[in-house]
């Protein structure tokens, strides 16, 4: 029992070092999102990062760079009153601390990162759309390590404050940033939602639903972001879609009908807001 307890004091001494060790970057003003003027696309990995492995066929990173472009085209083409932009468009390598601050620093109102899922279990199959916070099974851990692990390709990760002293190695580490408080999480969720919901319409990949875990590419975004998990490449089936020009085109055009709906419900209920400001403004009750 003293045993125990004393691991405890020190796991919980490891995530108050933790906490103290957290950049002041990650406290950003936020604004509030009542339009959606500007949104970012991100494609998971890039360049020497290749992601994961579909059993030699394709790798992650060049079925995320199609959707993210896919999506962005679907986007360009129909919503014009809205800006598109991309952490990357061709097959480069993008710190991950670089892409949230992209979408900080122009603002964005939504930030939607791209990636595919892999396991040991080849049966494991399916998309999740997940959003910052505490995980609450050792699968969604999981994701979040293999996903954080790309920052070891990043020459001075260890030495680089925009990552709080973050050890990708270290379980308190993942733990410290899946407790982040993100204060679009609710419109986070909201479109989590949206994307499984639209995305297993048009897709042969079912839906595991929408899950919470620490990621350190969203962990820093000043607006309302996920990371999709759009199929496992390690599963025959979903690799076998993923690799098709259909299936991605049908993916990210579930993706794009999920941000139709959310970017109709965000404005119509900053409408009602503002109605309701003025209409308090005015005298009325």
Known sequence: MKKM????????????????????????PHKPVNQINTIVIDAGHGGLDPGCNGANEIWEKAVTLSIALKLGK????????????????????????????MANKNKADLFISIHCNSNTNVTAA???????????TQGNLDVAKRENASIKY??????????????????EGHII????????????????????????KLSKIKSRGVKQAGFLVLWQTAMPSVLVETGFLTNASDR???????????????????????????????KTTSASAKDSTNGKP
Not at 84 to 101: A, G
Not at 195 to 200: F, G, I, K, P, R
């Open 5 to 28: 307890g004393l691991n405890r004091i020190v796991v919980g001494s490891s995530l108050s070092l933790l906490l103290l060790l957290l950049p002041a970057a990650v406290i950003i």
């Open 74 to 101: 679907f986007l360009e083409d129909s919503l014009k009153d809205v800006q598109v932009l991309y952490t990357r468009k061709t097959d480069k390598f993008v710190e991950l601390w670089e892409r949230p601050n």
């Open 126 to 136: 399916g998309s999740e759309t997940y959003f910052m916070g505490l995980h609450k």
């Open 154 to 171: 990043e020459a001075n990760y260890q030495s680089n404050e925009k990552y709080g002293g973050f050890d990708p190695n270290s379980p």
């Open 177 to 200: 940033f899946s407790l982040v408080q993100n204060a679009f999480i609710q419109q986070s969720l909201r479109f989590s939602t949206l994307v499984e919901n639209n995305t297993v």
């Open 240 to 270: 076998s879609y993923l690799k098709t020009d259909d299936g991605q085109k049908n993916i990210a055009k579930g993706i794009y009908y999920a941000i139709k709906s959310y970017k109709r419900e965000i404005e119509k209920q900053g």
